[in-house]
């Protein structure tokens, strides 16, 4: 499980004897806490690919595939030109992300070093949570919403961006193609998963049949399923489905295909908010690779600067970051159960 980029963390010029033997202390500290895997370290590596940036922003292009090669009727009859047109593009931007916390004079005085360590460590894991939470954010918007949501909203900010680089929800019934403008292609279902595995059979199948920008059936294969934290049913079917050597839901003694050809992964920030409510997203791991998929940018990994406030006596650590999110394909992901979209008969 990789960890999260790794944390720069220094103090501002410290003169104060006072501080500046536990101010070290926490550094290290801080830092060593970053080693430690989590939950939101997995489901950030697991679903996206992380990259580092070192621009305001990172922009994404594709071009559409060349189409089949021809059969010439005569001998020495000429090529037929096949033209290579540029596809959508997609601009992913970072946002700065900031967290401050205090420890007294008095506390660092009478030698409160577990109280000390478990303010840095409630940082970093704030800090790596809220890159999970951000990434769940945006995978999410569409689950539950009535409509179309082509942003989302996040720590009480508007406006962030959860489109593909087509322009339309990462989710949506209508992505369209770039050769045949006329032709669109539905990742969103309202259908429920159910209690075997019928539909999930259906779904990866259209999966499998997407088509790219020139018109082509990609043929991608889907192994990941992605749930809320917060669906205890929807958790144990799939489990079954996936594990199980006999079929799921059914009295004759038939083969489980899919036994050992899932990856289920347990969303931790994704909470549904009703109880009749249980989505869930399929999605291709190769396809989430060589079409970038889902992209998540380290702009600037956690730095914590620590330094004394003058007013108090206190220390003070202001944490500061900055990441992005976005999505420049669709095609490597199909939510299911959705409260909008397509519904299969």
Not at 79 to 103: C, E
Not at 172 to 198: C, E, K, L
Not at 229 to 250: A, D, F, H, W, Y
């Amino acid at each position: 499980m990789p960890h999260v980029p790794g944390i720069v963390s220094k103090n501002a010029g410290l003169a104060d004897d006072t501080w500046n033997v536990n101010a070290q202390m926490m550094e290290a500290y801080i830092n060593d806490v970053n080693t430690e895997k989590s939950n939101y370290d997995s489901f950030v590596s697991d679903v996206f690919n992380v990259k580092k940036s070192k621009r305001f922003g990172e922009k994404i292009g594709s071009v559409t595939t060349f189409s089949d090669f021809v059969p010439t009727a005569a001998d020495g009859a000429s090529a037929a030109l096949d033209d290579i047109i540029g596809g959508p593009t997609k601009t992913i931007q970072h946002t700065t992300f900031k967290k401050l916390f205090r420890i007294t004079r008095e506390m660092n005085e009478d030698n409160e070093v577990d109280l000390m360590q478990s303010k840095a460590r409630g940082m970093v894991q704030s800090y790596k949570r809220t890159r999970a939470n951000f990434a769940s954010a945006a995978l999410t918007a569409n689950a539950e919403a009535a409509t179309t949501q082509t942003t989302f909203s996040f720590g009480g900010v508007n406006g962030f961006d959860c489109t593909s680089a087509d322009g339309k929800a990462i989710f949506a019934v209508d992505h369209p193609q770039v050769t045949d403008t006329s032709a669109t292609q539905s990742n969103i279902f309202t259908n429920a998963f159910g209690s075997d595995d019928q539909m999930l059979h259906r779904l990866a199948n259209i999966g499998r049949n997407y088509k790219n920008n020139t018109g082509l059936v990609m043929g991608y294969t889907y192994d990941i399923i992605i749930i809320p934290s917060n669906t205890p049913e929807l958790e144990r079917v799939v489990k079954k489905i996936i594990r199980s050597e006999l079929q799921v839901g059914s009295d004759y003694n038939d083969v489980n295909v899919n036994k050992g050809l899932w990856k289920l992964i347990i969303d931790p920030s994704w909470q549904v908010s009703s109880a009749d409510a249980a989505p869930y997203i399929l999605m291709s791991s190769q396809a989430n690779k060589e079409l970038l998929g889902n992209k998540f940018y380290d702009r600037v990994s956690l730095d914590v600067t620590g330094d004394v406030d003058i007013t108090t006596n206190d220390m003070i650590w202001n944490g500061y970051s900055r990441f992005s999110a976005g999505f420049t394909s669709w095609q490597h992901m199909i939510l299911g159960g959705a409260a909008h979209g397509t519904t299969l008969t």
